[in-house]
């Protein structure tokens, strides 16, 4: 059982390129998350999905966009990398029942040159 | 600004020590409020989690005590271990969506 898979890893940006991160999970939750960690910062939500097809803005969403178009994906876009998106991405997901645990993905280290 | 607020930043316990990581929050619309811990390279994996309307739950040498009137919880590790060392995030999350709001991290290091 995978759980939550992230691709990829590592990635290096030039300024200005763009990029697509993927989030994969085989536990059939409902609900989808894309975080932000940076140091001394938490973890901060940039965009969350309640369900396919639907999307909305977390606490930190200006330069990327998302999609769902299946039920397991849920897809992290930069348009336009800043140096400013360097961090570390992390998805999760749950199941929509009030307070229950979200899964962690291993996370995408993005580098913006 | 962070509406959940974390501290330390970093602790050193010697083994079988006690750990203790302390947050506060502001939003009274918080009723979830779990502890997660990261190990270097993986994302973060729930440790322990409480609502409100108790003040205390314990789970193995872990132990979360909760103070609704100050609008505080912590996180108590019990006779620590060198695999205790990671990071904690504690967080908090309202009804609505599951989302979670993190505090900033401890990064715990237990000496053997």
């Known amino acids: 059982n995978a759980g939550v898979t992230q691709t990829p890893k590592f990635r290096v940006l030039k300024t200005g390129q763009s990029m697509t991160l993927l989030c994969a999970q085989d536990m059939n939750h409902e609900y989808m998350y894309w975080y932000r960690q940076d140091p001394g910062m938490g973890l901060r939500l940039i965009h969350y999905s309640v369900g396919e097809g639907t999307t909305a803005k977390g606490e930190v969403p200006d330069g990327y966009n998302v999609s769902r178009l299946k039920k397991q994906n849920f897809l992290l876009g930069l348009e336009s990398a800043a140096p400013s998106q360097t961090s570390v991405y992390f998805c999760a997901s749950s199941y929509p029942q009030v307070n229950t645990e979200a899964f962690f993905g291993q996370g995408t280290r993005l580098t913006v040159v | 600004q962070q509406q959940v607020k974390q501290s330390p930043q970093s602790l050193i316990v010697q083994k079988g020590g006690i750990s203790i990581i302390n947050c506060a929050y502001e939003?009274?619309?918080?009723?979830?409020f779990p502890w997660y811990q990261q190990f270097p390279g993986k994302g973060p994996a729930l440790l322990i989690a409480?609502?409100?309307?108790?003040s205390e739950k314990k789970e193995g040498r872990f132990t979360i005590s909760f103070n609704k009137s100050a609008k505080q919880f912590s996180l108590h590790i019990m006779d620590s271990q060198p695999g205790d060392s990671a990071t904690y995030f504690c967080a908090a999350s309202r009804p609505r969506g599951n989302k979670l709001v993190f505090g900033a991290g401890t990064i715990l290091r237990v000496k053997s």
């Open positions: 939003n009274t619309a918080f009723d979830y």
């Open positions: 409480i609502r409100p309307d108790v």
